[in-house]
């Protein structure tokens, strides 16, 4: 198992600031994106890789959920907070300028509609009869909420969570999803170093989660050990395959709680779930690189990933 030296000998950096954070959980989510994407792409191999964990081969395309987050990073480097207004038009002017990453069915109705000036309140009710998506495409993006608030206090880090979600995703279990994620990324960057961190960061994001479906799948992440199986924990707590936040959240946080040491061994697992595994992966890395912290991402997988386009 390779582990982030740096984690275990306690020299991280402790004044890491928040584009820095910002930075590094983009690498992880996009890296894990990207990752994961590739094992949609050439199903034969994918047993052949896992059995071996040979990289599949590059360049790896990284998909909407990346993109995404580029999106929100960019409205807090240019912004400071989660502007909702500006995070809204900058995913419908990304979305425009590159509809096919692999957008879930409803978002692509919702970008659609903001980038032709329907405010972005009555977009995201345009789906599911009103209800709004339940997806968990909210989730996907927040590693970056967390990474960017991690020194705020929980509740806050869960009120921006919410704020970034509620552009896209006006179900409360789609929010909350991203509300999880985001605590759980936060948690992730404040006890690095500490190696029995993993039960305690699913604690906090079941603390800070609103009760519904996703909630009740962290109390249940909480109940397995980590120790179990990834198919035993993928049984019980799903692997993304129905594109929920209630079937990939709390399978994801307890996947990144099993192997917060090791980016690495983290992706292989997660990947190895199978399900919705761009997304599963963006997840699982946006949060382990928080832990794990600057160079904890194997440069051979960084390289394969494709240049992120954005601005900053
Ligand atoms: O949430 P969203 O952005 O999807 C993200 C996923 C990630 O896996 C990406 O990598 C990409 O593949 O898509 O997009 P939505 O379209 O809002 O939600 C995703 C899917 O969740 C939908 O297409 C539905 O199948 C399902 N879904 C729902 N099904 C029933 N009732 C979301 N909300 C509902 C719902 O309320
Ligand atoms: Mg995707």
Not at 77 to 88: P, S, T
Not at 232 to 252: A, Q
Request: proline share 5%; hydrophobic share 40%; charged share 20%.
């Amino acid at each position: 198992m390779k582990v982030c030296l740096a984690v275990v000998r306690g020299e991280m950096s402790t004044t890491m600031n928040a584009e820095a954070r910002l930075r590094l959980s983009l690498d992880g989510l996009s890296v894990g994106d990207a990752f994961g994407e590739r094992f949609f792409v050439d199903p034969a191999l994918i047993f052949q890789q896992l059995g071996h964990r040979s990289m599949p081969p590059g360049p790896w395309r990284y998909s909407d959920d990346t993109e995404m987050a580029l999106a929100i990073a960019q409205t807090l480097l240019e912004c400071g907070h989660v502007d909702q207004d500006a995070l809204a038009r900058t995913f419908a002017d990304r979305y425009a300028e590159e509809p096919h990453r692999g957008y879930g069915a409803g978002a692509h109705r919702i970008l659609e509609a903001i980038a032709f000036e329907t405010p972005w309140q009555q977009a995201a009710r345009l789906v599911f009869d009103g209800q709004g998506s339940m997806g968990n495409g909210a989730a996907m993006r927040a590693p970056v909420v967390g990474a960017w608030c991690a020194d705020l206090p929980l509740e806050e880090v869960a009120q921006e969570a919410r704020r970034s979600a509620e552009v896209t995703h006006a179900h409360p279990d789609g929010q909350a999803g991203a509300i999880a994620v985001a605590v759980a990324a936060a948690w992730a960057w404040r006890s690095r170093g500490d190696l029995e961190a993993g039960r305690r960061l699913i604690e906090a994001a079941f603390e800070h989660t609103p009760p519904g479906e996703t909630r009740d799948g962290i109390h249940k992440a909480l109940g397995t050990p980590l120790s179990a199986s990834i198919t035993l924990g993928m049984e019980r707590l799903g692997n993304g395959r129905r594109i929920l936040s209630s079937d990939t959240v709390p399978f994801c946080l307890w996947s990144a709680a099993r192997r917060l040491e090791s980016f690495e061994d983290a992706m292989w697992q997660t990947v190895s779930a199978l399900g919705d595994r761009d997304t599963t992966c963006a997840i699982v890395g946006g949060i382990v690189s928080l832990f794990g912290g600057p160079g904890c991402i194997p440069e051979d997988m960084l390289t394969q990933r494709e240049t992120l386009n954005w601005p900053h």
